[in-house]
């Protein structure tokens, strides 16, 4: 069993990467993520095992760091939250485009504009349908717990470097700030410098005589050539969609009825489900932990079984129209969410699966 | 037959006093003819072979004419975003602080869309080398208004001359960062005669020495033409520069060793 620590999301998240052998964060100060920079300055990993900590002076500056950090081959990171991932817009597209492997956390809040520092999942449509300029996708995990912001730095790095992609942890301000029991696995080495030649022979790292000059772009003038980058991009989205889904279903065996909910509002439907059970409604949960690839044959199965979902949302609807694609239009879906930073009760849950689902 | 071999003859290894070096790719240069960045692409690699860093470089390339520096370059290289190159190399250099890496980016990527990346490179003193070629316009997009742009001159978004009043002044990127404690070497040069060429070669030298020793940025601006897009000969485009841009961008050193050389620039007039 690995260390047990008591700790909040934003925490975790920062250990996490330091144990997987993170070799950069570039990050700038916002509200409800800056404790993962504090961490990381705190714990002075440029000490132990090598890694740099940078305060940059704006998101712009922290995400070009990270395509300059990546085009060499080095595994980094950066952490905002809503504005500030607004920011890095341009770094993801460019990555993305270049094929560069990173991981940021989004720890969201409430939008649009300068909004609120209270938790939100208003942008799901941002993180997973491509928020910057271009045909591209990122990986999109959502995690439920503490314990999973620890666990999702480091498939993030794993699955980045796979698919030399950016990966985004999409959490958000409550889980982030929330203390929960974590336990944490045992660190594992940085990359030497040789090993990570060895591993990355497409990274800019000094050209030796016995090769050519390696050329990090996302770049290509000539139409039949940005065509053939596309389609590369594109071969590579179907093999993540193909076998990289995550997700996970909770109660929903006998379900009659199921909620449909990412990160917090799925810790949320969780509770709502033995309410709802203690009444003789027969609920269950479907929670995609991967927002891209999303698990659409999976709903596409469920929604076979089922008498109607409920994507529960803290955003005005946004998940709930993938979730539609994937059902089809023979089942009754609606959603529920609140927003702006409110998140909502259990109960309130139950009594909207009964108003809009089964009485409606 | 014999022309051929008479050509050859004359390739001998004792007869050759000046070639390309292998640092730089055998292919045609995108740039216009008569203009700047080829000679300064040909300064920096011929210094980087003569110094022995091909496999100990990492450069970064901008968005401008020379976005594709990384095609003619024989080395490992990057591709910023429009501005982003300083950001590029501080996580570059920080996380690979035995090798060489560079900047090479025009006055709009550097001191306009890029001020922000400039400035705090240069601010937190990083070990890297910035290579600035000023013309005074935005090459690429074809005769754009620059932050450099004199007052008076015309391009294609001021076209009747940059009216200080309503364009503002233009930028003296160079004079601003020397000002900077995380700036060691700070100079302006040029490459419109062959003794210019000379002393750009030798200022580039020494940012390179520079970084051997991790002193902080050193900052090379180099004013050029820009013979398109000002819509002039090469060589009018030269003499206009001397007759223009030098008088406003004086060329010389200006912070050595991390002390200031000259005394404040002069204040423009209007
Ligand atoms: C974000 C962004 N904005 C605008 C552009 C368009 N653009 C390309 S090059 C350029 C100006 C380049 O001028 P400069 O840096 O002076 O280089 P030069 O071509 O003169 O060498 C602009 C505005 C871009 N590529 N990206
Ligand atoms: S447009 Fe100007 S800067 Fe660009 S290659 Fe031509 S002369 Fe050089
Ligand atoms: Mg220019």
């Known amino acids: ?360 | 037959m014999e022309e051929q071999f008479a050509k050859l003859d004359i390739r001998k290894n004792e007869n050759i006093v000046y070639k390309r070096t292998d640092l730089l790719v055998d292919r045609p240069l995108s740039y216009c003819p008569g203009c700047g960045h080829g000679t300064v692409h040909r300064m920096l690699m011929e210094t980087l072979e003569e110094m022995g860093l091909q496999d100990k470089t990492i450069g970064v390339s901008p968005v401008g004419c020379s976005v594709l520096a990384y095609d003619f370059m024989n080395i490992d290289m990057l591709g910023a975003a429009h501005g982003r190159a300083p950001a590029l190399a501080t996580a570059i250099k920080r996380m690979w602080p035995d090798r060489f890496v560079f900047t090479y980016q025009g006055d709009g990527d550097l001191a306009a869309i890029g001020t922000a990346e400039t400035i705090h490179a240069c601010n937190r003193g990083e070990h890297f080398t910035m290579i600035f070629i000023n013309n005074g316009i935005y090459g690429m997009t074809g005769g754009q208004m620059a932050p450099t742009t004199l007052p008076n001159m015309r391009t294609s978004t001021s076209p009747y001359g940059r009216d200080t009043n309503i364009m503002g002044f233009p930028l003296k990127m160079t004079e601003l960062v020397a000002q900077l404690p995380g700036t060691y070497y700070v100079t302006r040069q040029a490459v419109h005669t062959p003794s210019a060429v000379r002393k750009t070669k030798k200022a580039i030298r020494k940012a390179f020495e520079n970084q051997k020793n991790k002193t902080g940025i050193s900052f090379i601006e180099v004013v050029s033409n820009c013979n398109s897009g000002w819509k002039m000969t090469p060589v009018q485009s030269n003499k206009w520069m001397e007759e223009n841009m030098f008088p406003f961008y004086p060329l010389g050193d200006i912070k050595i060793d991390g002390v200031l050389v000259t005394p404040k620039a002069e204040t423009v007039k209007v």
């Not at chain 1, 570039?26 to 990993?45: N, V």
């Not at chain 1, 239009?329 to 309130?348: M, N, Q, V």
Request: with cysteine; hydrophobic share 40%; glycine share 10%.
């Open chain 1, 1 to 360: 069993m690995g260390e047990l620590r008591l700790m909040k999301g934003n925490e975790a998240v920062a250990e996490a990467a330091i144990r997987a052998g993170c070799d950069g964060y570039f990050g700038y100060p916002i509200t409800p993520q800056s404790e993962i920079m504090e961490y990381l300055m705190a714990m002075k990993p440029y000490e132990t095992t090598g890694m740099v900590v940078l305060q940059a002076e704006s998101e712009t500056a922290s995400v070009n760091m990270l395509y300059g950090g990546a085009g060499t081959g080095k595994m980094v990171m950066t952490s905002s939250s809503s504005p500030g991932i607004s920011l890095m817009q341009e770094g993801i597209s460019y990555m993305a485009g270049a094929e560069l492997p990173a991981l940021l956390v989004n720890v969201t809040r409430g939008g649009p504009g300068l909004g609120t520092i209270q938790p939100s999942q208003a942008d799901y449509f941002q993180a997973v349908k491509g928020g910057g300029h271009g045909d591209y996708k990122m990986i999109v995990l959502a995690p439920a717990s503490v314990q999973e912001m620890a666990d999702f730095a480091k498939l993030g790095f794993e699955l980045a470097f796979k698919y030399r992609t950016p990966v985004m942890i999409l959490s958000d301000g409550a889980i982030g700030q929330m203390m929960e029991k974590v336990e944490l696995f045992d660190p594992i080495a940085r990359r030497t410098d040789a090993e990570l030649i060895a591993q990355c022979p497409w990274a800019a790292t000094g050209k030796p005589k016995n090769r050519d000059h390696i050329i990090i772009t996302s770049l290509d003038l000539d139409p039949a050539g940005q065509e053939r980058v596309n389609l590369k991009l594109q071969a590579k989205y179907r093999q993540i969609e193909k076998d990289e889904v995550r997700y996970e279903m909770i109660s929903c065996e006998d379900a009659e009825y199921v909620f449909v909910a990412f990160g917090l509002s799925a810790r949320i439907c969780q509770k709502s489900i033995d309410i709802a059970r203690a009444k003789g409604i027969k609920v269950g949960l479907f929670r995609p932990i991967t927002l891209y690839p999303f698990p659409v044959k999976q709903i596409a199965e469920l929604a076979k079984k089922v008498k109607g979902m409920l994507v529960v949302e803290m955003n005005a609807g946004q998940m709930i129209e993938d979730v539609r694609l994937a059902a089809g239009c023979s089942l009754k879906i609606e959603h529920y969410g609140r927003f702006g930073g409110i998140i909502p009760a259990p109960d309130e849950v139950v009594r909207a699966m009964e108003n809009q689902i089964i009485g409606g």
